[in-house]
């Protein structure tokens, strides 16, 4: 029997986060609020899982301001 010298990180993932990804790949950088809507999924969800897999560095987040007061709008993007 051979031993895996790596991990393949589909099988690491969990399904949510395989279709944050696949959904950030389709429909570009997004806010939160446009991955709950699309994915239909609680927002707390969507969030906590956005940030394990910005740990793993397959995704990064970065804002946007669009001339207004108050806070810039926050996107997330796939890093592939």
């Given at each position: 029997?051979?031993?895996?010298?790596?991990?393949?990180?589909?099988?690491?993932?969990?399904?949510?986060?395989?279709?944050?990804?696949?959904?950030?790949?389709?429909?570009?950088?997004?806010?939160?609020?446009?991955?709950?809507?699309?994915?239909?999924?609680p927002r707390?969800?969507?969030?906590d899982?956005?940030?394990?897999?910005?740990?793993?560095?397959?995704?990064?987040?970065?804002?946007?301001?669009?001339?207004?007061?108050?806070?810039?709008?926050?996107?997330?993007?796939?890093?592939?």
């Amino acid at each position: 029997m051979m031993i895996k010298d790596y991990f393949e990180p589909k099988e690491l993932m969990t399904p949510i986060q395989n279709n944050l990804i696949k959904t950030l790949q389709q429909i570009g950088p997004s806010t939160r609020r446009d991955l709950v809507n699309y994915l239909k999924t609680p927002r707390t969800t969507i969030y906590d899982n956005l940030l394990k897999l910005q740990k793993r560095k397959v995704v990064e987040k970065f804002t946007r301001s669009n001339g207004n007061r108050g806070r810039p709008l926050v996107f997330w993007k796939f890093t592939g």
